[in-house]
């Protein structure tokens, strides 16, 4: 059975960081492509990074040059770095495994607020 669990969202302050983490267990880690998707208040989900099997990284527009996706293999985990953070990243985020089907995770409150 693939599990898939984040850890890591909070309260910070504009222009703060935090890094979210993503464990996968129940399939071969080093195959599939990871994904952190976030849903704001309001707001339909959307995808934020991406990382493949290759280690070849994607992210939208809005958060290039704030937040890094990466991964340890060794380790089964997908990070998400996120700096310089602003109130418009408040959302709850969910990472997703991907390969043939999906997997995804119960999500992770950030909160970006003075």
């Known amino acids: 059975q693939v599990q898939v669990v984040e850890s890591g969202g909070g309260l910070v302050q504009p222009g703060g960081s935090l890094r979210l983490s993503c464990a996968v267990s129940?399939?071969?880690?080093?195959?599939?492509?990871m994904d952190w998707y976030r849903r704001a208040p309001g707001k339909q989900r959307e995808l934020v990074a991406s990382i493949f099997s290759s280690s070849t990284t994607y992210e939208i527009e809005s958060v290039k040059g704030r937040f890094t996706i990466s991964r340890d293999n060794a380790k089964n985990t997908v990070y998400l770095q996120m700096n310089n953070l602003e109130p418009e990243d408040t959302a709850v985020y969910y990472c997703?495994?991907?390969?043939?089907?999906?997997?995804w995770g119960q999500g992770t409150q950030v909160t970006v607020s003075s």
């Open positions: 997703m495994a991907r390969r043939y089907q999906t997997y």
């Open positions: 129940g399939i071969t880690f080093s195959a599939i492509t």
